[in-house]
Each structure stands twice: as C-alpha cells, then as structure tokens.
C-alpha cells in the first residue's frame, strides 16, 4: 500500500509513510470488509460514512505539516484509522465525531489497537470544534461542506495553524489547505476529491438534505 498508492502517487514525507505503514488499517474496517481495507479506495462504514482512501488520509497528513508538538482537532473520527495515523505524528488528537456509534467504534479500535493513549473521542458537532483545547495547531475534517465552518477558523492557531478540509458542492470537492500567519489567512487547493457530507450546525445547508 505504502509503495504504490503512496510513495508513487507523490506522497514525500517520510514521517507520514512510515505511520502509514506501522497502522493496520484492517483492524480499522468492519470485518466483513477486511479484505478492502488495503485497497486504493474508501471502505464503507454504518451511517453513510467510510474509513477515507489511504492515499487521501496520507495526503491531508502530508499537508498539515505535523511535528510531536502538535495538538490536533479532527472532525470526524469514524472509525479512529486516520486519528491514529495522526497520533503517530504528533502530540495529541482530539476526534469529534457526529454519530454516537461511531465515536463508540472509534474508541474501541483505537483502544484495541493501543494508540488510545494519544486520541481523545469526542461525540458532539464537529462544526463547532472543541473550544476547550483550542488553539490548535492543526485541524483535519474528513467531511465536505460549501465553505470552511467559522468556528474551525477561531480555533486554529492565531500564527501558525493549519486546516486541510474538501471544500465544494456535495457532487465533488476541492481538498483545501488554510494556513494562518501573522498577515492573515491563505488558503490553496491540494487536488480534487469527494468527501461524505458534514454533519453539524455549520456543515448543514438545505440544498444537499440535511434535516438533522
């Protein structure tokens, strides 16, 4: 996996393959799926969601930059796979995630699997971040909504945060980098994608559904 749908596809940080490699990404998918889990796609989870392509958790890794001095928010745990991707790249994930048996599933993977130690599961709205460890340094949203949530924006770090979130109509999404600095916020597209939509006070908009 590493190799080729990685290294190949332009995936440089040396950091990001090797925690890429070390996480069993099988023991993060339902096991009637197991047999996906390493293919270069997403792998359907309960509640119209999915564990994310390996390629596109390695290249919002890549993007974000991370060191072991990093506090991460992530929206979006579902099955705990790309939280404990990150907490092998910094130093502390806080993972919201919408459905209640998801953050439960989350919870006992990332437990069995032992990198609990490094992942807080929050079930809460992960559009409005978690205020009570902000600032971070670095903020990953594994769901897509027509702009990045003002919330998220508040709560990167004033001078240096990074945010990597898709940003677009529900059809398809532009994986989108924001950075902060000291002259304000920049933002670039990395590539083209299609993330599950997100859930919450600020990901809902009517033109794609949401009643809840």
């Not at 332009?10 to 799926?33: K, N, S, T, Y």
């Not at 699997?113 to 990953?140: E, K, N």
Request: hydrophobic content about 40%.
């Amino acid at each position: 996996m590493v190799d080729r749908q990685l290294r190949s596809r332009g995936i440089h940080d040396e950091h990001v393959l090797v925690a890429m490699g070390q996480v069993p990404r099988h023991e993060f998918v339902p096991h009637a799926l197991r047999r996906f889990a390493y293919d270069d796609e997403p792998v359907s989870l309960p509640r119209r969601q999915s564990v994310s392509q390996p390629y596109m958790v390695a290249v919002m890794a890549e993007a974000l930059a991370l060191t072991q001095t990093d506090t991460v928010l992530e929206v979006g745990a579902g099955s705990g796979y790309a939280a404990a991707v990150i907490a092998l790249l910094a130093k502390h994930v806080y993972s919201i995630e919408w459905e209640a048996d998801l953050a439960d599933m989350a919870r006992t993977n990332l437990h069995r699997t032992g990198y609990d130690a490094r992942v807080t599961i929050i079930h809460g709205d992960g559009t409005l971040g978690c205020p009570a460890h902000a600032p971070y340094d670095a903020i990953s949203v594994a769901a897509a909504a027509p702009q990045v949530p003002t919330r998220l924006l508040e709560q990167m770090e004033p001078n240096s945060g990074r945010l990597v979130m898709p940003v677009g109509p529900e059809s398809s999404q532009e994986l989108t980098l924001v950075r902060c600095s000291p002259a304000g916020l920049r933002s670039m597209c990395i590539t083209g994608c299609r993330f599950v939509p997100l859930r919450g006070t600020e990901g809902r908009r009517r033109e794609w559904g949401f009643t809840s």
